[in-house]
């Protein structure tokens, strides 16, 4: 069992909410992101989506899709990201999912990918583009390593493949709030809500987090009432950007730390709302 499906257990058993924040490997800089993942941890996050920056994402909005560009150029490879894993490992057990597609995988070599993620410290998986009519020999092999492979499922996902996606799956479903990419947006949308009730009758296997478009402390505590967890990533991206490039003189870790503290606080009380 890796640290993500130990993680997992232990939340569920403690009937807590899991708060899983995303953060491009190489932004702002190569040497902040290990620093941004303890904050993160500091602050309550109990899972790190570390993105693999990719210059022809199909999945990403504006805003991750900037970030990116900034890693790569940073001079972030996938050589880079086993480093920065290594680094947080020196530190922290935290469970660290890579998120990204599969182009860099391929071209890197995916048995090559699957080695060097595992002895570098890597939980967890999510290919965006990697459809799970191709993905099963990717996902054996990563199953065969104590790497979780993660789907995602969207609310135009239909019951027969939710249940597919469920079973092919280890760790968390992931389920996207809305059709389209990441990004910020003003509130949840109310088909959502329906969405995720219906993931609640049909996943049985693995917990669900959310993720797309959850970016303040009322979505939080909103959608959290209909699943098990919450992703967060173009909203702290976002922050990253304005404390560092923006306002260089704002303290760029309390400012991090702050933001995921009240995400924290706003998950435990939604918690406490839980939705049947």
Do not use: H
Not at 46 to 71: K, M, R, T
Request: aromatic content about 8%.
């Amino acid at each position: 069992m890796n640290r993500l499906l130990q993680k997992m257990s232990e939340l569920i058993k403690n009937k807590r909410k899991a708060l899983a924040m995303f953060v491009t490997a190489g932004y702002p800089t190569i040497k902040l992101t290990p620093q941004i993942v303890f904050e993160l941890e500091k602050a309550g996050a109990d899972i790190i989506e570390l993105g693999i920056p990719f210059s022809d994402p199909i999945a990403d909005g504006p805003v991750i899709q900037i970030a990116s560009q900034v890693a790569l150029n940073n001079g972030v490879t996938i050589t880079k990201i086993w480093e920065i894993v290594r680094d947080i490992r020196l530190s922290s057990n935290i469970p660290i999912v890579l998120m990204g597609y599969y182009n860099p995988i391929y071209c890197y070599g995916v048995e090559k990918f699957l080695d060097a993620a595992a002895n570098a410290g890597v939980d967890g998986l999510v290919v965006a583009d990697l459809p799970l009519e191709e993905a099963d020999n990717f996902r054996r092999s990563a199953v065969a390593k104590n790497i979780s492979q993660i789907f995602l499922a969207a609310p135009t996902t239909s019951d027969k493949r939710l249940v597919e996606l469920d079973n092919a799956t280890s760790g968390f479903l992931y389920c996207v709030s809305t059709t389209g990419t990441t990004g910020i947006r003003n509130n949840v949308p109310a088909e959502a809500v329906e969405y995720l009730l219906r993931c609640k009758q049909l996943v049985k296997k693995n917990p669900i987090l959310v993720g797309f478009g959850i970016s303040s402390s009322a979505d939080v505590r909103n959608i959290s009432r209909y699943a098990d967890g919450v992703i967060v990533g173009s909203a702290l991206i976002d922050l990253i950007r304005k404390n560092y490039f923006e306002i260089p003189k704002n303290n760029l870790l309390q400012e991090v730390y702050n933001f995921v503290s009240e995400l924290r606080i706003s998950l435990n009380n939604g918690a406490n709302n839980e939705a049947g």
